[in-house]
């Protein structure tokens, strides 16, 4: 049983269109995260949420806007897709606390044409 | 703004020969630093915590080091298989984890 599921995989798109990934955990934990990679191999947090709460917002466009319907799923919608879009998005969760280790999905590849 | 640099970007090392890499990291009020591996089109796995300056952390040919600037994390007599990116990441606050930009280790047989 995958601890932190994404989909799709991968998300091949044209500019312009509106997209979304879906991440479901059945961890039990609390907290789930939205993190990007760039080509550089750097992750930068985007989304934080705590039982359905936003908690972390890192200056991210508006066009990207997080859904978390229950404390077991986080969803990330993606209006009007750029070509600066183009990166691998992480979800993962953790339970509740300092020092708690991420679970991470195993990432969606989004390449924007 | 929590900072965390991670040397060198890229290391190649041959099978047996052991090496060390660094973690520097800025963070007010460092409330834990994790060690993470990352293989080609997977998400990252934790291998560490470490939460205070001294201590130290074992996991087969993996040992992980902490002081109050910077952590190393030291692989001693690598098989091809320890081949991923290395990532370092600080807690400061509660919720957010902060990483640096990794060192993709490739032990050659």
């Known amino acids: 049983d995958t601890a932190v599921s994404q989909t799709p995989k991968y998300l091949v798109t044209q500019m312009g269109n509106d997209k979304s990934i879906k991440c479901e955990q059945n961890l039990g934990h609390d907290t789930m995260y939205w993190y990007k990679q760039d080509s550089k191999k750097f992750l930068k947090i985007m989304f934080s949420?705590?039982?359905?709460?936003?908690?972390i917002n890192e200056t991210v466009p508006n066009r990207f806007s997080p859904k978390s319907p229950d404390k077991a799923h986080l969803n990330l919608h993606i209006n009007s897709l750029e070509l600066g879009d183009s990166a691998v998005y992480f979800c993962?969760?953790?339970?509740?606390?300092?020092?708690?280790?991420?679970?991470f999905g195993s990432g969606t590849q989004l390449s924007v044409l | 703004e929590d900072q965390v640099t991670q040397s060198p970007e890229a290391l190649r090392l041959q099978e047996g020969e052991s090496s060390s890499l660094n973690c520097s990291y800025t963070?007010?009020?460092?409330?834990?630093l994790f060690w993470y591996r990352q293989d080609p089109g997977k998400g990252p796995e934790f291998l560490f915590t470490l939460y205070s300056a001294g201590e130290e952390k074992e996991k087969e040919r993996l040992k992980a080091t902490l002081t109050k600037k910077e952590s190393f994390l030291h692989i001693t007599a690598p098989k091809p298989e320890d081949s991923a990116t290395y990532l370092c990441a600080v807690q400061a606050s509660y919720q957010k984890v902060t990483f640096g930009t990794g060192t993709k280790l490739q032990v050659i047989p």
């Open positions: 963070v007010s009020g460092l409330r834990g």
């Open positions: 949420y705590n039982n359905k709460e936003l908690i």
């Open positions: 993962a969760s953790t339970p509740t606390g300092v020092g708690e280790k991420l679970f």
